[in-house]
């Protein structure tokens, strides 16, 4: 589930098979993509733009507010270089457009400027472990008001914080 600046609602559902929106005081939401698609993380950007992490195939689609097609932003097969993914679990976006996901097969975060190629590791990527800079299975991640991003490390059972530079994110 995520919510956009107009306080719409996307979902992600595995019992229908399909994305839908809700916008507010809505009840019947617009199917926006059906087949594959549940349940997916996803997040939602200030354009409205969706991006939804495909945990089966490493990679993370877009779909833009008011068009049907569908693209492939990120990945598409398994791989530990910064030009793929490994066992994507959760993304968030920030106020920048710069996306970051959890990737459990790499034990890492990386960080994905508006239309790079290769991501950038920001926390991890030392193997899994238990130490201050490693992860072990991230699951999920978020940011609070000031930009801090937490990151849940579920086999290690800790939630981490960590100040992020976002002066590179231009």
């Known amino acids: 589930m995520a919510i956009d600046n107009e306080e719409s609602i996307y979902i992600s ?9 809700y916008r507010k005081r809505v009840t019947n939401g617009r199917v926006l993509m059906s087949g594959e698609v549940g349940p997916f993380p996803l997040t939602v950007d200030r354009h409205r733009s ?20 569908i693209s492939i932003v990120i990945g598409g097969s398994e791989h ?3 030009h793929q993914l490994s066992k994507p679990h959760s993304i968030a976006v920030d106020e920048s457009g710069a996306l970051y996901i959890t990737e ?12 790079s190629t290769d991501g950038i590791v920001i ?3 030392r193997g899994s472990g238990s ?17 801090n991003l937490y990151i849940v490390d579920s086999v290690n059972g800790r939630i981490q914080n960590f100040l992020i530079d976002n002066s590179s994110c231009q």
């Open 13 to 21: 559902s595995i019992s229908s098979s399909k994305l839908k929106k």
């Open 50 to 69: 969706i991006y939804m992490v495909d945990m089966y195939h490493d990679r993370v689609f877009q779909i833009d507010e008011g068009r049907t097609n």
């Open 80 to 82: 530990n270089g910064t």
């Open 104 to 115: 459990g097969g790499n034990h890492r975060i990386t960080r994905w400027l508006p239309g």
């Open 123 to 125: 926390v991890g990527d």
């Open 131 to 147: 130490h201050s800079d490693q992860l072990h299975g991230p699951a999920d991640l978020g940011f609070d008001s000031e930009g």
